[in-house]
């Protein structure tokens, strides 16, 4: 079935750091890809996505490009903040029953130092 | 942005008794909410799937007479844990997405962690 990789943390950075976080899937068909955020004590919140190959998401400093011959969707950043620490989660649709589902990765906590 | 929330944030409860956690979206109408479980260090794993006014469908492995979900009105969705168990211990999140395309984006609330003694 479909699924998500994402790589383990927590990702520790000093601020203004270039962070990556590698993210690949498995799917049969073509999925849309998502990144999303979880900052302490809130719901996830989306933070890019990309819908066919080669599209490139972006927001917020952040950017990720669907790679369908690597099968990936890596986040960057160029310079982190502080206010970047989170846990970021990867994730993919499928669409089943008539509804368009997620699939998530495991999360990758990040954590940026001044 | 769209707001979902979830109450309660925080239930401990004792082995065998029922625990309902809500979720609402505040300033939207929801006619398709989700309802995910994290295990620590885990993925959020889809549970369910509701539609207001209808039955939940289940994700395969998943108890329905266990978690039983109801989606009563446009902005509100409960999931009720029968009869817990200390396995039953997670954080339970919720999402909302308005009708549309498929592409709509899911609203996610901030969890309920339950712990069941």
């Known amino acids: 079935g479909d699924s998500v990789t994402q790589m383990e943390g927590p990702v520790t950075l000093s601020e203004e750091a270039f962070l990556t976080i590698n993210c690949t899937y498995t799917?049969?068909?073509?999925?849309?890809l998502f990144w999303y955020v979880q900052y302490p004590g809130e719901g996830l919140q989306l933070l890019l996505k990309?819908?066919?190959?080669?599209d490139k998401g972006s927001n917020k400093g952040f950017e990720a490009t669907y790679r369908k011959e690597t099968t990936s969707f890596h986040l960057e950043k160029g310079s982190v903040q502080v206010s970047d620490s989170a846990v970021y989660f990867c994730a993919l649709t499928f669409f089943s029953g008539g509804y368009n589902k997620l699939i998530f990765g495991a999360g990758t906590r990040l954590a940026v130092h001044p | 942005g769209a707001v979902v929330s979830q109450h309660p944030s925080w239930v401990i409860c004792k082995s065998g008794t029922s625990v309902k956690i809500e979720c609402r979206s505040l300033d939207f109408q929801a006619t398709t909410m989700f309802w995910y479980r994290q295990f620590p260090k885990q993925s959020l794993m889809l549970m369910a799937t509701?539609?207001?006014?209808?039955?939940?469908?289940?994700e395969q492995g998943v108890e329905k007479d266990k978690f039983l979900i109801n989606h009563a009105s446009l902005t509100l969705s409960t999931l009720t844990v029968t009869s817990a168990h200390p396995e039953d211990s997670s954080f339970y999140i919720c999402?909302?997405?308005?009708?549309?395309?498929?592409?709509?984006?899911?609203?996610f609330g901030p969890g309920t962690r339950l712990l069941v003694l």
């Open positions: 799917a049969t068909g073509y999925p849309s």
């Open positions: 509701s539609n207001e006014g209808s039955k939940a469908t289940y």
């Open positions: 990309a819908t066919k190959a080669d």
């Open positions: 999402s909302a997405r308005t009708s549309g395309t498929i592409w709509e984006t899911q609203y």
